[in-house]
């Protein structure tokens, strides 16, 4: 009774943070639900091997679904698993938006972002949006702490430069606009 107890009590408290894990992977919510279910399940089969730390037990089951993700992927003979879709509705949809500089940053970030390695991008995702530590995303990943920091700091940098050579593009194109004075408008 008392491993049934923890698995509970681990479910309730992974089950929403897994189901936004899939989802930003551009899985739709229904599928995510149904990825998760998978996870649960094989969690449920190996629950001796479920830790007992939450925290463990959390990186655990997100290891689980990345594998499943992975194996959908495959199966499903789909393209790149990850992305991130930021502002791109917004910059397509012909909305006159009043934050234009956020909008822009979005657009840039948007765009560093594609430029990243899956490797990268899946390195900054657990690290930023799902909250794990380096040791749990190391877990989830298979590989060692000192190789998922490694790459979290690749990671970093990568998409620094990667925004800091949209900024500069942009200030470029900017500053070769010509004036509105130098068209012949007043």
């Known amino acids: 009774m008392r491993e049934r107890q923890r698995y509970e009590e681990v479910y ?34 190996r629950l001796k091997d479920l830790p007992g730390d939450l925290g463990e037990a959390r990186a655990w089951l997100f290891g689980i679904t990345r594998r499943l993700l992975l194996a959908k992927q495959r199966a499903d003979n789909r393209g790149q698993a990850l992305s991130v879709r930021i502002a791109g509705a917004a910059a397509t949809d012909g909305r006159t938006l009043e ?33 794990l530590t380096g040791a749990q995303a190391a877990q989830v990943l298979g590989i060692s702490s000192v190789a998922f920091r490694i790459r979290l700091s690749r990671a970093r940098r990568l998409l620094k ?14 500053s070769h606009m010509p004036a509105s004075s130098e068209k012949g408008y007043v």
């Open 12 to 45: 309730q408290r992974t089950y929403v943070d897994l189901v936004r894990f899939v989802v930003r992977r551009g899985h739709p919510a229904d599928q995510a639900e149904d990825v998760v279910a998978e996870a649960f399940v094989v969690a449920w089969q």
């Open 99 to 131: 934050h234009d500089d956020l909008v822009a940053t979005s657009v840039d970030l948007a765009q560093a972002w594609t430029r990243l390695s899956a490797i990268h991008q899946e390195a900054l995702s657990l690290s930023v949006w799902d909250g």
């Open 161 to 174: 430069n990667h925004l800091g050579s949209a900024a500069e593009s942009s200030a470029a194109e900017s």
